[in-house]
């Protein structure tokens, strides 16, 4: 049941949206006589030299319309380079639909904001009436509709109340006004029948791009890994083996020793393979979950870290280790490049989407153009179809916030 303070809360955004709609149905209006005016000299062939100038601004109108209404729910698009000349725009889908807006924002757009500023504007002046209503002429009407001449506290009072039906009507009425330039606006403000997919098939594209180039770069770590660690461990338990064998008649002692520097390297190449098997995917995460991962990842971390978990059940394996790569990735950040003294690892789960922040108050200016694994955040995390943002001005503090779809 929707409770009186949200009804007027949702009142208070949509009549915010209306003042929005309205500044932008005078622009729409302006620009609208204007086109009128050009198509009126174009007929003489004076105003043809105007026509590329005046799609530039009604097109720069639209998109400040575009930008207003992305404000208040999906993104819209602006749909590209703007026609040059007349016979491209008449057969240029996108403008000819900007016209078709720019026609009834500037008219029906126009009276909706007016008339949904103006209800809010008579309530107040009824409901506060009866404070200043002895200011007035004697026998004046009321301020709004209240036709009555005004002589008494009764007569004032009654103004009041109808302040108060007034303010009735704006909580109803106003969220319903709102809606109305909005649907339009995206009606024929919106891609075409067809973006959508293009645009979807482009951005699968571009992350599977990213996944490929992650994969391959986690390849090439791994096999580095192996090269300059594990593999000169064995070469040098190889080499050591080798010369026990030799020594074994002629001197033990010294044959011991090597055994036991063979045994030291082997044990080191061990510590390394299993480093890179955690790095590949770690047990505690298979076991134990992304909780108790990442709650370990925190301990190990050279900076004091806190970790907040609210996610129930398990996600994926691939979108756990997705995870954990991001926050251990961050946190290794936060060690070597931030200067903190202190780090938050923030994780919820909303419905089929996983939320996860890090916070620290190091001194900020973290930008992914000078690397610091940022980069590869990002492919890693557009490879599961998720979206990173990273706010870090200069002085601090920095946010690293990154979604991820986990399943129903």
Same mark, same amino acid.
């Given at each position: 049941?929707?409770?009186? #303070?949200?009804?007027?809360?949702?009142?208070?955004?949509?009549?915010?949206?209306?003042?929005?709609? *309205? %500044?932008?149905?005078?622009?729409?209006?302006?620009?609208?006589?204007?086109?009128?005016?050009?198509?009126?000299?174009?007929?003489?062939?004076?105003?043809?030299?105007?026509?590329?100038?005046? *799609?530039?601004?009604?097109?720069?109108?639209?998109?400040?319309e575009r930008a207003r209404l992305s404000r208040w729910g999906p993104e819209i698009v602006s749909p590209g380079p703007t026609p040059t000349g007349l016979r491209a725009a008449l057969t240029d889908r996108a403008c000819r639909r900007e016209l078709a807006w720019l026609a009834v924002h500037a008219t029906f757009g126009f009276a909706i904001g007016l008339l949904g500023l103006t209800l809010p504007l008579y309530a107040v002046q009824d409901v506060t009436y009866p404070l200043w209503w002895q200011l007035t002429p004697a026998g004046s009407s009321g301020p709004s509709v209240a036709f009555w001449p005004v002589n008494t506290w009764a007569d004032a009072l009654?103004?009041?109340?109808?302040?108060?039906?007034?303010?009735? $009507? $704006?909580?109803?009425?106003?969220?319903?006004?709102?809606?109305?330039?909005?649907?339009?606006?995206?009606?024929?403000?919106? #891609?075409? #029948?067809? %973006?959508?997919?293009?645009?979807?098939?482009e951005q699968l594209t571009a992350t599977r791009a990213a996944a490929l180039d992650a994969h391959a770069a986690e390849l090439r770590r791994i096999e580095r890994s192996l090269h300059d660690g594990t593999q000169n461990r064995l070469v040098a338990v190889n080499v050591l083996l080798g010369a026990a064998r030799r020594q074994l008649a002629r001197d033990p002692a010294a044959a011991a020793e090597m055994l036991a520097r063979a045994q030291d390297a082997a044990e080191q190449a061990l510590a390394e393979l299993r480093t890179v098997a955690r790095g590949i995917l770690p047990p505690v995460l298979a076991d134990r979950g992304l909780t108790e991962a990442v709650e370990r990842l925190a301990g190990d971390c050279a900076v004091r870290c806190r970790v907040d978990v609210e996610a129930s059940g398990r996600c994926a394996a691939?979108?756990?280790?997705?995870?954990?790569?991001?926050?251990?990735?961050?946190?290794?950040n936060v060690s070597k490049h931030s200067g903190a003294t202190s780090a938050t690892v923030t994780i919820r789960r909303a419905g089929d989407r996983l939320h996860l922040r890090i916070d620290d108050d190091g001194h900020g200016g973290a930008d992914e153009g000078r690397g610091s694994g940022l980069v590869g955040i990002r492919r890693r995390v557009e490879a599961y179809d998720g979206r990173m943002s990273l706010t870090s001005p200069v002085g601090g503090p920095t946010t690293m916030r990154v979604e991820l779809p986990c399943g129903s």
């Open positions: 049941m929707t409770t009186l #303070p949200s009804r007027a809360r949702r009142a208070i955004d949509a009549l915010e949206h209306l003042v929005g709609g *309205l %500044a932008t149905a005078v622009l729409a209006l302006a620009m609208l006589v204007w086109t009128l005016a050009v198509a009126i000299l174009g007929l003489l062939v004076v105003g043809l030299s105007l026509v590329p100038g005046t *799609l530039r601004a009604m097109r720069m109108v639209a998109d400040r009654a103004v009041g109340l109808l302040g108060l039906a007034w303010v009735a $009507v $704006v909580v109803v009425a106003v969220p319903q006004l709102a809606r109305l330039p909005g649907w339009i606006g995206r009606s024929l403000l919106g #891609p075409g #029948p067809g %973006a959508d997919l293009s645009l979807r098939v691939s979108v756990e280790a997705t995870a954990y790569f991001v926050v251990a990735e961050a946190l290794t």
